[in-house]
């Protein structure tokens, strides 16, 4: 059973881009975020209400079937994101902001919690940090066509995923420094490339 990495961070921290450069450093099966793919998202950012609980059961089969790829893979994968991101973070959030009413929260819950049942958890979770002010100026630069968290939001997605990543409990959480001009991630991929192999037991 192949081994799971996930990169999680706010949403502009740089996720996408670590997990690439990542995986050329490494040849690790690859599962990245998919956003203009993905059927329901541009319903669900002309219409929060209508569309919310679509386009998260939408995202959590996503992220389970990408789980299932990797596991069944020879050599570890990464993903960027997961299903504990889009879980404990933007369907909180989702619901917080009204987007998902309690029953149809409790839904999603139901449907990540029998995932998390029949699928192991991550084997490796790689938290990206920067201040709020850099992710925020990164947000603000990234030019994606169709976004769903808005440059406001930063601020209470971080505080969920600090919530979340507080009580992971069995999984190493592995912190990186993504604040430094080091677009490419070079400098930190080359630092953790060799504690990644010796966790995950590869070469």
């Not at 997961?82 to 929260?105: I, K, N, P, Q, S």
């Not at 084997?123 to 920067?130: E, G, P, S, V, Y």
Request: hydrophobic share 40%.
């Amino acid at each position: 059973m192949g081994k799971l990495i996930v990169v999680v961070g706010n949403s502009g921290v740089g996720k996408t881009t670590f997990t690439r450069q990542l995986c050329r450093a490494y040849p690790f099966v690859t599962g990245m975020e998919q956003h203009q793919e993905r059927p329901f998202q541009l319903a669900f950012s002309g219409n929060h209400s209508r569309y919310g609980l679509h386009n998260q059961v939408d995202y959590l089969l996503f992220r389970a079937g990408q789980e299932l790829f990797i596991r069944r893979a020879e050599v570890p994968g990464v993903l960027d994101g997961g299903l504990e991101l889009d879980f404990f973070v933007f369907t909180r959030y989702f619901h917080l902001r009204g987007y998902l009413t309690m029953a149809e929260y409790q839904l999603c819950e139901r449907v990540y919690s029998f995932f998390r049942a029949v699928l192991p958890p991550p084997d490796l979770i790689l938290r990206l940090t920067a201040p709020l002010e850099v992710v925020a100026a990164r947000y603000a630069h990234r030019n994606r066509s169709l976004e769903i968290a808005r440059l406001e939001d930063l601020g209470q997605l971080e505080i969920l995923i600090d919530d979340w990543i507080g009580k992971v409990q069995d999984i190493p959480v592995v912190s990186i420094d993504a604040s430094r001009e080091d677009p490419g991630y070079g400098v930190q991929i080359a630092k953790i490339l060799p504690k990644l192999k010796s966790i995950l037991g590869v070469g």
